[in-house]
């Protein structure tokens, strides 16, 4: 990772306005403390690491990574996106260190690919997103940067299929459909999520690079490992799987079927039960603004922007992001719709 990632995080922050970040104090405290708690106790068994023999090391690394690759993170359960952002790189960059002593840990590769989508969605993405009305060039070069994470993470969560699957990653862009048919069902609670992430990554890669040819010959691949994992667990995470398939599209994906994508829609606002502001946002960008329905676009950012964002402590901080797009939106409607 760009070794001024901190830093130029930190400049961002400071430069975003305020009014679009939602912050409770208490929540930011909260994740402060957990995130200082968390530190200290790295930095101990660090310390341990390097006065340590081979055996002891190797163990000291993967019990730490046990402990970063467990449940939700604190990031995600904050809703604080300054205090996430300037965080990231850090935790990021501590998880790749660890990784160069374990690099078979399938925890810490999951948590790798999970951490580079976030980030790069989050602050580098909607950046270069909102910059593109302005300043083309810089647009460019962040898209640029946040195709560079999305694949990072991809290499990651491609890593830790291997490890169960070898192989599976060449055949991956040789066969994608053979491939994933490969992942066995009583496999399906480790290699969803690790399905999704891989999906995740490589698709929202695509989406950053829509006149690069060879990515956009890895569509058949995203499409494969979403089904796969859609026919292993379609209700995996609330929804999700079905929410990305909408998340694809408004991305703007080529060729999408607007009925398989409301089909989609539909199936994961039942499983979600209407608690992810995110979904809302997917659809009114993949369905509203290409049908040019203002009215139903509104209805949709409303939506989201009413979702209670502590109603679902592990998705605080998803339903943030989402609210910070829902408004970013709506601020741009008269450019949005003729």
């Known amino acids: 990772m760009d070794p001024k990632l901190t830093t130029k995080a930190h400049d961002r ?66 809703d604080d996106l300054i205090l996430v952002g300037d965080a990231l790189p850090f935790s990021l960059k501590l998880v790749e260190s660890l990784l160069s002593q374990s690099p ?13 989508v976030l980030y790069s969605y989050a602050y580098v993405h909607f950046e270069a997103d909102q910059l593109a009305p302005d300043d083309l060039d810089a647009a460019l070069e962040l898209r640029r940067r946040a195709r560079r994470l999305y694949l990072r993470a991809l290499d990651y969560a491609l890593r830790a299929l291997e490890l169960r699957y070898p192989g599976f990653a060449v055949r991956l862009s040789e066969d994608p459909q053979q491939v994933v048919h490969e992942v066995l069902s009583e496999d399906a609670a480790r290699v969803v999520p690790v399905l999704y992430w891989s999906a995740a990554a490589l698709g929202l890669a695509i989406s950053v690079s829509r006149h690069d040819a060879a ?66 946002v997917a659809y009114a960008e993949a369905a509203s603004i290409p049908n040019q329905n203002r009215e139903e676009f509104l209805v949709l950012l409303d939506k989201a922007l009413r979702v209670d964002i502590d ?16 408004k970013w939106l709506k601020g741009r409607i008269d450019e949005l719709f003729l």
């Open 13 to 78: 922050a400071q430069s975003l306005p305020s009014k679009d970040f939602p912050t409770v104090k208490s929540n930011a405290a909260r994740g402060q403390h957990c995130l200082h708690r968390t530190y200290v106790f790295v930095a101990m068994m660090i310390a341990i690491v390097l006065a340590a023999g081979c055996s002891i090391k190797r163990f000291t690394v993967n019990t730490v990574g046990d402990l970063l690759a467990s449940g939700d993170s604190v990031y995600e359960r904050d």
């Open 311 to 326: 109603e679902q402590p592990q998705n605080r901080l998803i339903n943030a992001l989402a609210q910070r797009r829902a």
């Open 215 to 280: 990515l956009l010959a890895r569509l058949p691949e995203v499409d494969a490992m979403l089904g796969r994992a859609l026919e292993l667990d379609e209700g995996w995470d609330a929804g999700t799987l079905h929410e990305f398939q909408v998340t694809l599209a408004a991305a703007g994906r080529i060729h999408a079927d607007k009925n398989v994508i409301r089909r989609h829609y539909q199936r994961a606002l039942q499983l979600s039960q209407g608690r992810r502001a995110s979904l809302y």
């Open 104 to 116: 078979r840990h399938d925890g810490l590769l999951l948590t790798a690919s999970r951490g580079f």
